[in-house]
């Protein structure tokens, strides 16, 4: 059951806001992909260290994904709404006075020189000074957030409103909420058990692709895709991870990780002729860097859910299958550099090669 309004669902505002807001969603992807991934690739270059890549079958759903944290790698927390989150919520989305964006409050927690100048419009996203903002911010514990303005009224307007957001919401309560809503429980996590509680769990964290019962950002990034959906609107969570050395995104549309990937030459120029390029073209438009022969190119891989996660057709309660699997691989794409303007993703089926 969608618990946001498809687009014909909409009022001609609620259309309008909504292209808006994909269009800044794009523009959002491209700069977070940055930060993700070139930049953290270059962290490592700076420090003389050779990049960690993410093995194919890391990508796979239900992969266990080896505990190592590497410092380079720049972790962080985004959550991009569409509309405004109601007071209400701040209880477990923890957004108030005392971490708005405001320059007292980024002087208090010593993200900003006392030297250095902060304009109120540098945090709408319109602004030319906003990804510098943002980039000041990702580094921050905890999550940014973005939300519409409410006071603008004429026009939907977008600002990073809030920074060092922390999500309370339990995971318990979280995945008692999915599993509610898939029908696998009535009312309460444990009403069959500590050991199906356990399962439920389990499967919380594999709806969303990620490793059993991880912790740090990627906790919180799942936690707040299921909170968020009380909230009738569209939201995107982006995470970066130090161990996972992905982007993940969570939005309306599933679950998507972005990893860089080293190809060989021979390899680049099978992937230009299978997609009617030069291998000119291919290594101008998707090559983000270079090691010797080899390029490096951002892989994406996309996942969709099986119907074991779809809301029964007859609405009654059913068992869990801890074996049955909720997602599978719908997407492998090789995607152009940041900034790339007429070219698209090419699609390289890898993961199970």
Same mark, same amino acid.
């Given at each position: ?102 320059? %007292?409050?980024?002087?208090? *927690?010593?993200?900003? $020189? @006392?030297?250095?100048?902060?304009? +109120? ?5 319109? /602004? ?73 769990? %389990?499967?919380?964290?594999? *709806?969303?692709?990620? $490793? @059993?019962?991880?912790?740090?950002? +990627? ?5 707040? /895709? ?128």
């Amino acid at each position: 059951m969608a618990f946001w309004r498809v687009r014909e669902e909409l009022s001609q505002a609620g259309r309008l806001r909504r292209s808006y807001y994909e269009l800044l969603r794009d523009e959002m992807d491209r700069h977070i992909l940055q930060y993700a991934l070139i930049d953290s690739y270059n962290n490592f270059c700076a420090r003389k260290i050779p990049y960690p890549f993410v093995e194919k079958r890391e990508l796979k759903p239900r992969a266990r994904i080896p505990g190592v944290e590497y410092e380079p790698q720049n972790a962080f927390l985004v959550i991009f709404v569409e509309d405004t989150i109601p007071e209400a919520n701040k209880k477990y989305i923890r957004f108030l006075d005392v971490n708005k964006t405001t320059k %007292k409050n980024l002087l208090s *927690y010593e993200i900003l $020189p @006392l030297s250095e100048k902060f304009e +109120r419009s540098q945090k709408y996203l319109e /602004s030319a000074h906003f990804i510098d903002l943002l980039k000041k911010l990702l580094h921050v514990d905890y999550a940014l957030l973005i939300q519409r303005d409410p006071a603008s009224k004429l026009k939907d307007r977008y600002n990073l409103s809030h920074f060092h957001v922390r999500i309370d919401w339990p995971i318990a309560d979280a995945a008692e909420d999915l599993a509610r809503s898939l029908r696998y429980i009535s009312k309460d996590l444990y009403e069959k058990g500590d050991k199906y509680a356990e399962d439920i769990q %389990k499967k919380y964290f594999e *709806y969303y692709c990620m $490793p @059993l019962m991880i912790g740090g950002r +990627r906790t919180a990034a799942i936690v707040a /895709s299921q909170y968020m959906k009380r909230i009738p609107c569209i939201t995107t969570v982006y995470a970066g991870s130090s161990e996972s050395r992905a982007l993940i995104r969570i939005s309306e549309r599933g679950v998507s990780k972005s990893i860089l990937m080293k190809l060989t030459n021979k390899e680049m120029d099978q992937i230009a002729a299978d997609n009617n390029l030069t291998p000119r073209t291919f290594k101008n438009k998707y090559v983000v860097a270079r090691e010797k022969k080899d390029g490096i190119c951002i892989f994406q891989a996309t996942y969709s859910l099986t119907n074991h996660v779809r809301f029964p057709d007859d609405g009654k309660l059913r068992e869990i299958k801890p074996d049955l699997n909720w997602l599978s691989v719908s997407g492998q794409h090789i995607l152009p550099k940041p900034g790339v303007w007429k070219y698209p993703p090419l699609p390289l089926n890898v993961i199970y090669t």
